[in-house]
């Protein structure tokens, strides 16, 4: 059983596409997350989720919308696509400040 | 805010010898993370050192929390090729968001 689960594994979209990403944890954890991981490896966070309510937003363009439908679901929708979007996004999830459980990412090529 | 940083960036070693990887944080910390990530994976939960001067072992990693909280290090033992990939600390900000170092990327010569 895969603890967190994201889809899709990869995608390919152009430049101006609307897409979303979903991810699902099966743990029982109270707080879920969006990271975005670029070229260099670097693991920046985008927003984070405390039981369906939106306590993490970070610096990151309106075009990111998370949302929340409960606590075992977070899922990831971007308008209007842009080349420098493209990254692996991972979610993630956690129980109260123990360490975090990581989906297999979804990568993201904006063409 | 809060930075934290890693050194170094690459790690070249030889099948069979030790190193170690340095993780220094701006602030202390109330905690601190370490994660592998395999090429192509997704990073992996470690292990969390909470004390300070706490030390932990599994098996040829060797994790220590530094006195002040603010530095950490995780030394390997006879590097295996099993060891090669992407290896992250993390510390808590404000709102428990978890801010990860750059990593440091091991690659293991045969």
């Known amino acids: 059983d895969t603890a967190v689960s994201q889809t899709p594994k990869y995608l390919v979209t152009q430049m101006g596409n609307d897409k979303s990403i979903k991810c699902e944890q099966n743990l029982g954890h109270d707080t879920m997350y969006w990271y975005k991981q670029d070229s260099k490896k670097f693991l920046k966070i985008m927003f984070s989720y405390n039981n369906k309510e939106l306590i993490i937003n970070e610096t990151v363009p309106n075009r990111f919308s998370p949302k929340s439908p409960d606590k075992a679901h977070l899922n990831l929708h971007i308008n209007s696509l842009e080349l420098g979007d493209s990254a692996v996004y991972f979610c993630a999830s956690s129980q109260g400040l123990g360490g975090y459980t990581f989906g297999s990412g979804t990568r993201l090529t904006v063409v | 805010g809060q930075q934290v940083m890693q050194i170094p960036q690459y790690q070249h070693v030889q099948e069979g010898e030790d190193f170690t990887t340095y993780c220094n944080s701006s602030t202390t910390l109330s905690n601190i993370q370490w994660y592998k990530q395999r090429p192509g994976g997704h990073p992996v939960f470690l292990i969390q050192?909470?004390?300070?001067?706490e030390v932990k072992k599994q098996k040829r990693l060797t994790f220590q929390f530094g006195e002040a909280k603010k530095n950490s290090s995780l030394h390997i033992t006879a590097t295996q090729t099993t060891d090669v990939g992407t290896y992250f600390c993390a510390g808590p900000t404000a709102g428990n968001k978890l801010t990860f170092g750059g990593g440091t990327r091991v690659l293991v010569k045969p």
């Open positions: 050192l909470v004390k300070s001067g």
